[in-house]
Structure formats: C-alpha cells, structure tokens
C-alpha cells in the first residue's frame, strides 16, 4: 500500500516541513470569506483588517503617578510651588497651569496644559498649599507622563490584518470603540476517524474494540488552532465505507482522516483517496511517532470554498502519533488557511533534566512526550524530562506531557544537561 511511484525515499522531517510550508504558503494567497463578530466572541480569531485608532492613543496627555504636576525647570527643594488645583481619573482636562505653580493629580488624569512633567507623591514634601521635592530628588520633563498620541494617533494602523485575536488584541479593539470586529471565516476542517475498532466514546467497548479518542481530540486541536471542526461519522476499513465517507468531506477546507495509512491488509485510505482523484506529496516519512503519515490533496468537485484543491492528511491512528503528525504537519496548513500570520509549528529550547538521557533512533527523528518546567530561574532554560510511556498508543503519557522533545536523527544518545529542542503544543 505504501508505493507512491514518485517517492522511492522517504522524507526527513526538515524536508517534509519544508514541503508542507510551501504548500501553506500557497493556500495562504487565496482570499477567504470575512465575517463580522461581536467582540465577545472574536477570541481565537483572525483578523480580517488592520485594526485602526480612532483617536489618538491616549486620548489626552496623561499622568502615569499620582502626585504633582509641575513644570520640571520650576521645581526645586529650595522654592516651594503653591498648589493651584486638584485634578482626578475621569475629569476633563484641568489649567492651564500657572507660572510657579503645581497641580495635585491622580494616576490616569489629565496633565494641565502648561505642565511638562509630574513629581510622584512620595518624591516631595506638601505643607499648607505648597509643595517642595525632596532631596536629592530631581525630576526630568516628560517624567511620569504620556503625551497625547504617544502610543498612536488617530487613524494609525495598530494591528496588521492576520493578527489572531489573544485578551490584548481583544483589549485593544475595545479601547478603539469596536464593539465587532471583521475576520476570516473559520475553515472547515472535516475530520474522518476510520477504523472497524473504534465505538464511540458513549460505548462500552465489546473484546478488541476501543473508544474513538482521535476524532474528539483532533476537534480540539483544530478549535484551539481556529478551525471549525466537522466530525464526520467513524467509516469502517472498507473501500466502500471509505470512498462514502471521502464524499461527504466535498465541502471541507481541509481533511484529517485518522488510521487506515499503515502497511497493513485493512489500510485502504490511500487507495480510497487515490479513487477520489487524490494527489500525494509524500506517503510516509522518517519520523517516530508518525512515520506513516500521508499529505495530499484532493480535487475540489463542488464550488464554495476558496481554495482549488482540499489539503489532506492521513494521520497515523495511533493517538500519540495522531497528536504529534497534527502539530508538525497540520497545524501550520490550517494556520495559513485561517489567515493568521502567527507560524506553526512552535518549538523552543531546554535542558535535559537530570538523571534524562535517551538514546537516539538513527535515521528517524523522534517527538517523543515529555513534560517541561517553564518556571526556569533567570538566565537559564527550562528543564526538559520524558514521561514514562509505551508507545504510540499511550495517551496517559500524552495527557500527563506538555510537550514533545525532539531527538534528531544523527543524535545517538542525549545525555543530562543537553540542550534540547522542544515542540509545543
Ligand atoms: P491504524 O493507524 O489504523 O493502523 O491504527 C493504529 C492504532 O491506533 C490501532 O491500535 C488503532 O486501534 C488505534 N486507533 C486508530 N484510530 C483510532 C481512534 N480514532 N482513536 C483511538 N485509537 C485509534
Ligand atoms: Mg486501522
């Protein structure tokens, strides 16, 4: 089943990679649908334009202290200021301010105009109407304030189109006034367990058979990535069952199937997928776990979406290799189909913890499950320990792991204290 005539070789994981950024890189150029969300429901989005201020930001200069506004070359620990008014949060610009003078005010209120900067509360000294800073205090123009329109001014683009919208971008909107916001239309993302094991996760499974724990998984995994998963009913390993099921994935933006793409008698998704008209990239490459994943394309035969082809991957159905082939491989051609200009996959260096060691796999580049402590002490990298597993099938490790160390395929043994790549997920 694995003889794809074009590819005798199997791929490393960097050209692999490579081949599926392309091929993102490619879909990422086709316009998708904009929609208009309220801005409680935009978390997780994309932005469709850029964000624009509306006004300048912030809006008036304003005080980041409490304590007196003052004009910095007039202030001194010899001269006292007679204090000539009071402003707080909320109130409309207060001044001018007079010559030798000060002006009480509040973190976030409004610098009378006349004022270049404000001395903290706790830098002076204010007896009966006057205040004096207290040595050896200095105070510099411009200190404590930020001048209207320093962060923007009105009409600046804050945020280019394909910023996924975070708490901060959500932040942002609302202090711009934007009560919905335009994004890309979510892909639809049809995900297709195949397997005559697998009853579903309200079953109790009868001898040889097993709960469907893909298709729940990878419906989270596209949701977390902005995708719009569509769950399509578990297909039995038969050709048949196999090409109804491709059918109804026609309007998909993009495919998982899960199982079916081993060497083994019952593994007919490629050949299901070759009748459907699929075109393969690569049908296997050396990574462990994941080595047999398939990355195609289908035809499209029903206008409505914006992509000319359907993006496919079978991934392996094993859920350790499911979950890894999804961040490596799929993830970053579902990132471009939404639109986000963020890249996946992410992946970031840490130490090896102690007592850690493993050997290598020549030839095939490993992910295997492993948990990180990111509380790391300034100025070093966080440590990095496998969770105990067995194999690809052990979802207690993959739900006990945070993230997956990476052991090239020339390493031959990763010992304590190696600095290590992580993928996150
Ligand atoms: P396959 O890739 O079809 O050869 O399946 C490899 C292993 O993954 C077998 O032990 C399957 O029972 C298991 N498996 C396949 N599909 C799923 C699924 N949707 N959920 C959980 N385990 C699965
Ligand atoms: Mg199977």
């Known amino acids: 089943m694995k003889s794809t005539p074009a590819s005798p070789a199997l791929l490393g994981y960097d050209e692999a ?111 009966a109407g006057r205040v004096r800073l207290l040595p050896p ?74 709960r469907n724990s893909n298709a729940p998984m990878l419906a989270a995994m596209v949701a977390e990535a902005g995708g719009e998963p569509i769950v399509l009913p578990t297909a039995a390993d038969t050709p048949s069952a196999l090409d109804v099921a491709l059918a109804q994935a026609a309007d998909a933006d993009l495919l998982l199937i899960t199982g079916g793409v081993s060497a083994g008698k019952f593994d007919l998704v490629e050949p299901a997928l070759l009748r459907a008209g699929a075109r393969f990239h690569f049908t296997g490459i050396r990574i462990q776990p994941g080595k047999p994943l398939v990355f195609g394309e289908l035809p499209r035969t029903r206008t409505g979406s914006h992509t000319p082809t359907i993006p496919i991957f079978g991934l392996p159905g094993n859920p350790v290799s499911s979950a890894v082939t999804f961040l490596l491989f799929a993830a970053p051609v579902l990132a471009a189909l939404t639109g986000s200009l963020e890249s996946a996959p992410r992946f970031a260096l840490a130490r090896m913890a102690p007592h850690a060691s493993r050997h290598g796999k020549p030839g095939l580049t490993r992910f295997l499950p492993a948990h990180c402590n990111f509380s790391a002490p300034p100025g070093q990298l966080p440590e990095v320990a496998f969770v105990p597993w067995h194999g690809s099938g052990d979802l207690a490790a993959l739900a006990r792991s945070n993230c997956f160390l990476v052991i090239p395929e020339d390493a031959h043994n990763l010992e304590p204290g190696a600095i290590v790549r992580i993928l996150l997920p």
């Open 137 to 210: 205090r200095t105070v510099e123009r411009g200190e404590n304030i930020v001048a209207q329109g320093a962060q923007a001014h009105a009409g600046d683009r804050l945020l280019p189109a394909g910023t996924r919208i975070h708490s901060a971008q959500i932040a942002l909107a609302a202090s711009c006034g934007c009560e919905s916001l335009p994004v890309f239309a979510r892909p639809r993302v049809a995900i297709l367990a195949t397997g005559d094991e697998l009853v579903s996760v309200a079953s109790v499974p009868a001898p040889g058979q097993i």
């Open 17 to 127: 990679a490579a081949l599926v950024a392309e091929r993102a890189t490619r879909l990422a150029k086709f316009r998708r649908p904009v929609e208009s969300v309220a801005l409680a429901d935009a978390l997780g989005r994309v932005l469709a334009r850029p964000l624009a201020a509306d006004l300048d930001q912030p809006p008036f200069s304003r005080s980041t202290r409490d304590g007196y506004a003052c004009r910095a070359a007039e202030a001194s620990a010899h001269t006292p200021l007679s204090i000539a008014g009071t402003t707080r949060a909320g109130l409309a610009p207060s001044g001018p301010l007079p010559l030798h003078a000060a002006w009480e005010i509040m973190t976030g209120a409004p610098v009378p105009s006349g004022a270049d900067a404000v001395i903290m509360l706790e830098h002076v000294e204010a007896t």
